[in-house]
């Protein structure tokens, strides 16, 4: 089946009513564009274990607490179709955001927890913003399984609990994050990194793969020399840096170990743009 864009809910409404989709299971995987390697181990995931695929190509404006944010994350529409299409994906969805949002639309999931800690903190409203449009997107198009990135770790962990709290009928699988020969997580973000940037960017993860379980018990000070050695690879801003538990995002006590495996979450700026990472620890 060649791929179908759908660019408004009309489109997309007809094309999963049609004879070839209905009652075939369905996979989601979401995205804001600006495909990636990273989309796409998504996108292949999501071929293998559905029948239909459909990826959304969304830029969603209530995640974002900061206007210059929205208007300078990365698109390429074209380039994305093209990439998508080759894929063989059966449904790209584009809708417009007065589409998904029409005048008087008043409905916001809100979170009474997880949303405080780690990207919450600096990003008030961003996790009520994806959890909205993620259960409309599940209504709209009635996914059996919806495919994330572990690199966004904190929206997958509320995605899944959202699932859970609301009794959703979709399965929500993770996939490992994707990196590139130096081990920098591949984002959409990456785009906006300058060529100096990005060498300091790719310095990151193997100064979080430093860290252990083992060097932990010894060295309960480890993420202040870790943190140290990123402002002198040249990181400008570290927004958070901190070791949590996997299953609960309880943060670490450096008194005890319990309830392993623990992550370390990272936010940094280098120099405007705004990278995230997380890696479980070995022992
Ligand atoms: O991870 C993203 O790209 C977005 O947060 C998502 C899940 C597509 C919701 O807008």
Redesign the pocket.
């Known amino acids: 089946m060649a791929t179908l864009i759908a660019r408004n809910l009309k489109t997309l409404e007809e094309a999963l009513s049609s004879r070839k989709i209905i009652n075939k299971k369905i996979g989601l995987v979401?995205?804001?564009g600006a495909i990636h390697d990273g989309h796409l181990a998504l996108v292949d995931k999501c071929l293998k274990l559905s029948q239909v695929t459909v990826v959304t190509i969304?830029i969603?404006p209530i995640?974002f607490n900061n206007k210059k944010d929205l208007s300078n994350y990365p698109t390429s529409i074209r380039k994305d179709i093209n990439i998508l299409s080759k894929k063989k994906v059966d449904i790209i969805f584009i809708p417009k955001a007065k589409e998904v949002y029409p005048i008087g639309f008043s409905t916001f999931i809100e979170l009474k927890s997880f949303d405080n800690i780690l990207c919450g903190k600096s990003r008030r409203g961003h996790f009520s913003g994806?959890a909205t449009?993620?259960l409309k997107l599940f209504c709209l198009i009635n996914p059996k399984i919806a495919f994330?990135g572990e690199k966004?770790y904190q929206?997958l962990f509320i995605i899944k609990k959202l699932v859970r709290d609301l009794n959703l009928n979709v399965n929500v699988l993770e996939v490992k994050t994707v990196r590139d020969k130096n081990g920098l997580a591949l984002s959409s973000r990456n785009r906006l990194l300058s060529k100096e940037e990005k060498n300091i960017a790719s310095k990151i993860n193997s100064i979080l793969k430093e860290v252990s379980i083992k060097d932990l018990k010894i060295n309960k000070a480890i993420l202040q020399s870790t943190s140290k050695k990123l402002y002198s690879e040249g990181v400008t801003k570290i927004e958070y840096l901190e070791i949590r538990q996997e299953k609960s995002l309880e943060i670490w006590n450096p008194k005890q170990f319990k309830n392993k495996p623990y992550r370390i979450f990272i936010a940094v700026r280098v120099g405007k743009v705004r990278l995230i990472d997380n890696m479980r620890l070995s022992d």
């Open positions: 979401p995205t804001m969304f969603n995640q994806v449009v993620v994330f966004d929206q």
